[in-house]
């Protein structure tokens, strides 16, 4: 219990306190009188508070005591001798990467390595993992905003986040086993604009298949009209063509020059032909049959996305004189021109790969009146067959009578 005594030779008010089990004695140079120990009470009250908010500094209370050098001396002297409580932010990180790299496939485990290696470790190197903090979690985000890659265009919203995601779960599994809050809780994603669609017209479609070269016309062809991706488009082989039953069976995927299952269960699909996907691949089967991949090279290697841009798609765009656009737009023509001709948004939705008609209205939705000018027209329409069907009834009654 912490008290205020005196001193019988000096007849001087001491303090009489207990600070980490240990009991210390504070000489003044007050005498004993009501005010100054009422003086003195103030100054012990602080003292027991700070004490129990573990926020005392001795040496600040009382400068040049001995009590404060021995405290510092055995502060200094647990800090040397404690080992670290987490291991260093590098090694949990790659401890992190060891386990997890078994359930990625090759192309994300390369990214998610070129992340650690080219931001995460230079960021936070040297720093216990458990020692992070928000504050550093959200100074290492603002930096990626000032980061500038080709062009000298900043890191887009999407890639800061992407570059963000494997922190927050080496972070989240840190916490998890070392028994400490993460610092990440709370931190949302940074707010990403809407998808880039910028879908072709019907007869911007019809221009380019007319107007490519004869050996991409049938490639083209497919692009547009059943919504694969880049990726299933070149991993397609004949072995999943199914012509008798006029679909095709997307069961995989070209990422990197590597052939990997496709993304997900959504992925994994079987796309109705249309007729002239039905004949174009028919045609193709003319050139390529002989070989496993649909569009390939003349030796039967698969195709490249980059050198199939550089030499046909950017090329054709300029000579028509269109909009430059990526050719992942060809996935997004397919889905606007499914819906603008009325086909059901959940079959769509199967074509396209998605789970549910959700993202199909949030993405695609707006271009539907652009392509068709049918922007309420339809319910128009049937109104007034109602009515004319109304009308034209009671007229025949009026008549029969």
Known sequence: MASIRVRKETGKLFLDFVYKNKRCREQT????????????????????????????????????????????????????????????????ADLWFSEMQIQWRRSHSETIALTIRKYLVPAFEGKEVGSITKAEILAFRSTLAKVTVRN???????????????????????????????PYTGIKSLKEPRTDVQPFTISEVN??????????????LVRFFTGMRTSEVHGLQWEY????????????????DELIYTKNDSSFRNIDMSEPVYQA??????????????????????LHLNNVNDRVWYPLLRNLDMKRRRPYQTRHTAATLWLASGEAPEWIARQMGHTTTEMLFRIYSRYVPNLTRQDGSAMERLLADQLSQTSNKKLKESADA
């Open 241 to 256: 063509v199914d012509f008798e039953n006029r679909q095709i069976l997307i069961r995989q995927a070209l990422v990197r």
């Open 207 to 220: 221009k380019i298949i007319n107007s490519v070269r004869p050996d991409y016309k049938n490639y083209y």
């Open 281 to 302: 691949l028919l045609e193709q089967k003319k050139s390529t049959g002989q070989f496993a991949f649909v569009f390939c090279g003349a030796l039967g290697n698969p």
């Open 152 to 182: 000298d265009k900043s890191l887009s919203a999407s890639r800061i986040n992407k570059i963000m995601m494997p922190l927050r779960m080496i972070m989240g599994e840190a916490a998890n086993r070392h028994n400490f809050s993460s």
């Open 29 to 92: 140079m007050l005498d004993d009188t009501q005010a100054n120990r009422r003086k003195l009470e103030t100054v012990l009250k602080k003292i027991e508070a700070e004490i129990m908010l573990d926020i005392f500094d001795y040496a600040k209370s009382f400068p040049g005591s001995s009590n404060a050098l021995k405290f510092q001396e055995l502060a200094s002297q647990a800090s040397t001798q404690s080992a670290p409580s987490t291991p260093l932010f590098e090694e949990f």
